[in-house]
């Protein structure tokens, strides 16, 4: 009997050995364990696992050969297993809309975010749903792409000014063109590659606007640029020659009040310089449709006066429409006309002009016309 109860001693006290070394190693894995899924770093995690492993490998081999440390071994091996996958999980590319599937497939849905502890996934069916889970995380970093894609989109172009520079101290003009189209046109087509992805439907409310928003842009300066060009063009033609104003009066009073219009429309820009904000100016499509149509006609209402003064003397077909106004505009400065002199009289370099006096002047106009008909001849 004595040598019973000796035997049950030493049991009992190499038990109370085994659990006191299992107990402290419980602890370590307990403190990993409760730890708020959220806060947890992946890689201190598994460097705490493989120290409870390691701790456990320095173990006497007497306390590895029971049960409950095999039990124990097992269970630090499947965590650090579990690991694996829930590294993947904490991926920045998981939004609220993957972790509400997540928690469904783990049936932990009952949980809030701020209440999930790692146990509670460590304690999931990971391996049986290992599967379902990958493929979220894959369609999770596809739509990650697109979403980056469309934060570009939208923190680009809310950003976006446009480049104003002054003219002739009376307004502001854009300037910066071909930037402005080649990111409208890069942004346009990426939206419209973006429907062929298979992770398109996430995001399709948000880039159909995108893409309406860019498209009006788009069509919008189109009109924009074209107006802009011919409005310096004809500003340049009607405040720059008296004689234009007076053989086309009409023209000149239709472009003053192009003028002003144009004029209002810029300040407006320059005091709200976003590029999407010229989208909310009032009917502003609508206004540049009708200053293009009406710098057509006052254009071609020009053209054809030009026309009839190449009609009235033919050498002026030898120089461009440009040119032909330079002459017009200036025909009171010779010297200002006889750098065109050239191209109507090929036999004719230069002219000596008398500027001396009335009658010096006079002569001198006489000298040009004479010489201008020999070299007609």
């Given at each position: 009997?004595?040598?019973?109860?000796?035997?049950?001693?030493?049991?009992?006290?190499?038990?109370?050995?085994?659990?006191?070394?299992?107990?402290?190693?419980?602890?370590?894995?307990?403190?990993?364990?409760?730890?708020?899924?959220?806060?947890?770093?992946?890689?201190?995690?598994?460097?705490?696992?493989?120290?409870?492993?390691?701790?456990?490998?320095?173990?006497?081999?007497?306390?590895?050969?029971?049960?409950?440390?095999?039990?124990?071994?097992?269970?630090?091996?499947?965590?650090?297993?579990?690991?694996?996958?829930?590294?993947?999980?904490?991926?920045?590319?998981?939004?609220?809309?993957?972790?509400?599937?997540?928690?469904?497939?783990?049936?932990?849905?009952?949980?809030?975010?701020?209440?999930?502890?790692?146990?509670?996934?460590?304690?999931?069916?990971?391996?049986?749903?290992?599967?379902?889970?990958?493929?979220?995380?894959?369609?999770?970093?596809?739509?990650?792409?697109?979403?980056?894609?469309?934060?570009?989109?939208?923190?680009?172009?809310?950003?976006?000014?446009?480049?104003?520079?002054?003219?002739?101290?009376?307004?502001?003009?854009i300037r910066g063109w071909d930037e402005l189209f080649t990111k409208l046109d890069?942004?346009?087509?990426?939206?419209?590659?973006?429907?062929?992805?298979?992770?398109?439907?996430?995001?399709?409310?948000?880039?159909?606007?995108?893409?309406?928003?860019?498209?009006?842009?788009?069509?919008?300066?189109?009109?924009?640029?074209?107006?802009?060009?011919?409005?310096?063009?004809?500003?340049?033609?009607?405040?720059?020659?008296?004689?234009?104003?007076?053989?086309?009066?009409?023209?000149?009073?239709?472009?003053?009040?192009?003028?002003?219009?144009?004029?209002?429309?810029?300040?407006?820009?320059?005091?709200?310089?976003?590029?999407?904000?010229?989208?909310?100016?009032?009917?502003?499509?609508?206004?540049?449709?009708?200053?293009?149509?009406?710098?057509?006609?006052?254009?071609?209402?020009?053209?054809?006066?030009?026309?009839?003064?190449?009609?009235?003397?033919?050498?002026?077909?030898?120089?461009?429409?440009?040119?032909?106004?330079?002459?017009?505009?200036?025909?009171?400065?010779?010297?200002?006309?006889?750098?065109?002199?050239?191209?109507?009289?090929?036999?004719?370099?230069?002219?000596?002009?008398?500027?001396?006096?009335?009658?010096?002047?006079?002569?001198?106009?006489?000298?040009?016309?004479?010489?201008?008909?020999?070299?007609?001849?």
């Amino acid at each position: 009997l004595l040598c019973c109860c000796r035997l049950h001693c030493l049991h009992v006290a190499a038990a109370l050995s085994v659990w006191r070394s299992l107990g402290s190693i419980w602890g370590e894995m307990v403190e990993v364990r409760e730890r708020p899924w959220r806060s947890i770093v992946p890689r201190k995690v598994q460097r705490s696992f493989d120290a409870v492993l390691k701790h456990m490998d320095s173990l006497s081999p007497k306390i590895q050969q029971y049960e409950a440390f095999q039990n124990m071994k097992e269970l630090s091996r499947k965590y650090k297993t579990s690991m694996l996958l829930l590294s993947e999980l904490r991926s920045d590319a998981l939004k609220d809309r993957h972790w509400r599937q997540v928690k469904k497939i783990l049936l932990l849905q009952h949980k809030t975010d701020n209440q999930l502890l790692l146990s509670d996934l460590l304690d999931a069916p990971l391996k049986s749903s290992d599967k379902v889970l990958k493929d979220i995380l894959l369609r999770a970093q596809g739509e990650m792409a697109l979403e980056q894609f469309m934060s570009d989109v939208r923190d680009g172009w809310n950003a976006m000014q446009l480049e104003l520079v002054d003219y002739q101290n009376k307004t502001s003009l854009i300037r910066g063109w071909d930037e402005l189209f080649t990111k409208l046109d890069d942004h346009l087509s990426s939206l419209n590659s973006m429907k062929q992805s298979p992770y398109f439907k996430v995001f399709e409310d948000d880039a159909k606007s995108w893409e309406e928003k860019l498209t009006k842009l788009r069509v919008l300066f189109d009109i924009w640029i074209d107006v802009q060009r011919r409005w310096v063009y004809l500003e340049g033609i009607f405040y720059g020659s008296a004689d234009i104003k007076q053989q086309l009066p009409n023209e000149f009073a239709r472009f003053k009040s192009i003028d002003q219009e144009f004029v209002q429309l810029m300040r407006n820009v320059r005091y709200k310089p976003n590029v999407l904000n010229v989208l909310s100016l009032t009917n502003v499509q609508r206004t540049l449709e009708r200053l293009s149509d009406l710098l057509d006609k006052i254009q071609r209402a020009l053209g054809a006066y030009l026309e009839r003064q190449r009609a009235g003397f033919p050498r002026f077909y030898f120089v461009g429409d440009e040119d032909l106004l330079e002459i017009i505009g200036n025909s009171k400065d010779p010297v200002q006309v006889q750098r065109h002199v050239g191209k109507m009289f090929a036999a004719i370099a230069t002219l000596d002009i008398d500027v001396g006096g009335a009658e010096g002047a006079a002569e001198g106009a006489e000298g040009q016309h004479a010489a201008g008909g020999a070299g007609g001849e």
